[in-house]
């Protein structure tokens, strides 16, 4: 406690060097009067150099900063809101640390799963079109291998309808014929 009433009021020296002599600037002086009129900015050069000139003959400027005075109380309300701040900080880090750690390890063998994952999909990929062409060939000797199995299957059908037409051409037949005998019956019947 002692240390921080110290504190309260302290001093900031500024030591300048001294000024170079220049000799550009002393033969800029104005001479006469229509000089004076014209030299503006060799006159702003000769107010700055006077105005450094006079900040230089007092080589130990003082400048004085002083702290608000701050009670006891105070001071240690604000050390407690500080330490409990601090302590929510490294409570924090360390929850972030803890999280971020098995991240870390996990983002380590990130790369070697994607590696194995693109080498298996590659893989797969080769097997797909490898399996693509041997479905199209093994489809090509299929079809060539049922290609007379189905000309003889269309020859069954073409040779079934002809029958069905010939079966229904004797049945017409058969009706036709039975139609006759019943009028021949008849015929008789009534004579």
Known sequence: DDDDDDDDNFLVQETVPPPLPDPDLSQLKPTDEHDTKHGALVQK???SKKE?????QDPTR????ERPVISDAQRRKQRESVQKEVDRLRTSIQSLTRSANPLGKVMDYVQEDMDSMQQELDKWRTENVQHAIDLKREMN?????????RQQLAELDRTINDQLDRIATAKSNIIRNDQKIQKMLRAVSSS
């Open 45 to 47: 050069m000769l107010e």
């Open 52 to 56: 450094v000139e006079r900040g230089n």
């Open 62 to 65: 003082k400048t004085e900063i």
């Open 141 to 149: 000797v299929t079809d060539r291998a049922i290609d007379p199995l």
